[in-house]
């Protein structure tokens, strides 16, 4: 049992010929020890994914769905005026047909920018805070208002989770990056500019007003 | 000198434990930031097709409700019942929760409704995009 030999070790009682046993046997306890911490880090980390990979999901759904609702329901408003115009009248109008390719192209750019949006994902305020400390740059606090209301807005206020990540569309902002549904971040158009083309072609068309309405509110709920 | 051994078994044990449960929460918590990620992309991924395509029949449907609103025929009458019925499924379809549990089945329904519609309007089905049962048959993980 040379390694109680190890743990005894005083550093007082050393003869020369024992130095290399010692030195070997102190260099294999680092050795399994280190190798002790790394399986526990793959066994850790094996169960933090699973433990929140459901959870990431669910979140990731419900911010999914409610960026593509508006894009979706016109892309069917103006889809519908097409089939309408191809039954009712001799030709389509080109600004018809134009229309709806902008809002593919439109729905195209939005998918593609959330998919590079939550392939690398901005660092959690709480792990900026943790690098800070080590640091020695002082604790960044990570709610400023003690729960009574923040006069720096809504996105100033972090919930407890560690794994603030950000929000995506015009849900309320409480976390720490935006997902760009935001129309200049998008190549291309904005949504509100296609609802506003679509509302035009409406009036254009003599369709009728109830179809206005719906697309403003559409437009009011995206602003 | 037995009472002092076992005492050294101990700090053995208990510092190879340390260890790994050091490593283990610290693997825990990568894990926790990885699985948060990877699961945010496939649900943001599975959310927003979903979402595209019921709002597309939401907004198909709105509009031919709108169309054809005003005509008294029996035809026209037909129609907007169906047009109603698809509209009525989706109001209370609430598509954009992952945990609901009859997501697929409901999901079957409007799809079936839409090419109901779109059958009585004589429009052509081809967008192809969302006929067909688009996407993975499972929606959660």
């Known amino acids: ?223 | 000198m037995a009472h002092k051994s076992e005492d050294l078994f101990d700090c053995i044990l208990m510092a190879d434990d340390r260890f790994h449960v050091e490593g283990y929460w610290e693997g825990f918590d990568e894990g926790t930031r990885q699985g948060m990620v990877d699961g945010r992309k496939h649900g943001a991924s599975h959310g927003a097709k979903l979402s595209m395509e019921v709002s597309f029949y939401y907004g198909f449907g709105i509009t031919w409700k709108c169309l054809l609103q005003n005509n008294t025929d029996m035809k026209a009458r037909k129609r907007l019942k169906v047009l109603e019925s698809l509209l009525g499924l989706i109001q209370k379809f609430p598509h954009e929760e992952p945990q609901y549990e009859h997501l697929q089945e409901d999901m079957e329904k409007v799809r079936a409704k839409f090419r109901q519609v779109c059958s009585l309007l004589n429009v052509p089905t081809d967008f192809s995009d969302y006929v067909k049962s688009g996407g993975s048959g499972g929606i959660s993980f």
């Open chain 1, 1 to 223: 049992m040379s390694w109680v030999k190890s743990v005894q070790y005083s550093g007082e009682d050393v003869f020369d010929e024992d130095a290399d046993d010692i030195n070997l046997q102190d260099k294999e306890w680092k050795y399994n020890m280190k190798k002790r911490v790394k399986d526990g880090y793959v066994d850790g980390i094996d169960h933090g994914k699973e433990a929140s990979l459901q959870l990431g999901f669910n979140m990731g759904y419900r911010e999914g769905a409610a960026s593509t609702m508006a894009i979706g329901q016109l892309k069917g408003i103006i889809s519908a005026i097409q089939c309408w115009c191809q039954l009712q009248r001799p030709d389509t109008p080109t600004s018809v047909t134009d229309l709806l390719q902008r809002v593919v192209k439109h729905e195209d750019s939005l998918m593609e920018a959330m998919k590079t949006v939550l392939e690398n994902p901005v660092p959690s305020v709480s792990d900026v805070s943790e690098n800070m400390e080590d640091l020695g740059v002082g604790e960044v606090e990570s709610s400023c208002c003690g729960g009574g209301g923040c006069s720096k807005g809504s996105d100033c206020c972090r919930k407890d989770s560690d794994m603030d990540i950000g929000p995506i569309l015009p849900q309320k902002p409480r976390l720490s990056f935006t997902l760009p549904t935001d129309p200049f971040t998008i190549t291309g158009e904005s949504l509100e500019q296609l609802l506003q083309c679509c509302m035009d072609i409406v009036s254009e068309l003599g369709l009728p007003q109830e179809l206005i309405r719906h697309l403003q509110q559409l437009k009011s709920a995206t602003e």
